[in-house]
């Protein structure tokens, strides 16, 4: 198939490959943005997936996280920490490893598969430290860390309603449908929904659409 390179696909290619990283679409549109001014994000959204399945760029699709895309397109495996979201290439010797045998497989012929690393990245091995240094100091042991790496309390009223009305959906809800449940404007709505984002309590597995994580989960039981 061959890909006819629009302005906004050359465009948004050239942003992936300065970031030199593996960006979500969110983040690529803030991105293009600044130079297209007039430019959607489902549009961001679309093009990235047209570039991907024709393979001109990577799409990484992490368990539990929002999808992530990579300039490189060689074979090369990925390691990620579960605090900050930050996505790293790890260059692996895989000729080693077991595949998974025929007779296993429901009669599929194996091409390959993925390995996936997660791990804690060495800038929030140093938070963590710090962290747990100030709350070792602190008399009230109520202030602590939750499993998903916010703070007791960290959550604001109305980032708690977000969260509840996310919980409370069958599958992924548009902003709109959440600001409905929970009676707050569809601005406040999305504002809300980047924060949580950032914390990782919130994913976009589809486009345009939310839904709450199990680090999301937790916090709203914290």
Partial sequence: MQLRMTNQREMILRELKKSKGHLTADELYERVRKTMPRISLATVYRNLEILS???VIRKLEI???????DAIVEDHDHIYCVQCQQVENLDLDKSGMDVPKYDTMKG???????????GLCPKCQKKLIKTKSKTDRKENKGVGDMGCGCKKGGLTDE?????????????????????AA????TKQVSCRITALKKKGLVESPVR???EITDEGKTALKA
Avoid at 108 to 118: A, D
Avoid at 161 to 167: R, S
Avoid at 182 to 185: K, V, Y
């Fill in 53 to 55: 399945d024709v393979g």
């Fill in 63 to 69: 368990s539990g996280r929002q999808k992530r895309f």
């Fill in 182 to 185: 929970t009676g707050l404007e």
């Fill in 208 to 210: 345009c659409k939310y």
């Fill in 159 to 179: 980032q708690k309603q977000v969260l509840e009305a996310m919980g409370k959906c069958d599958g992924p809800c548009a902003s709109k449908d959440i600001a």
């Fill in 108 to 118: 599929y012929e194996i091409t390959g598969f993925r390995l996936e690393v997660s």
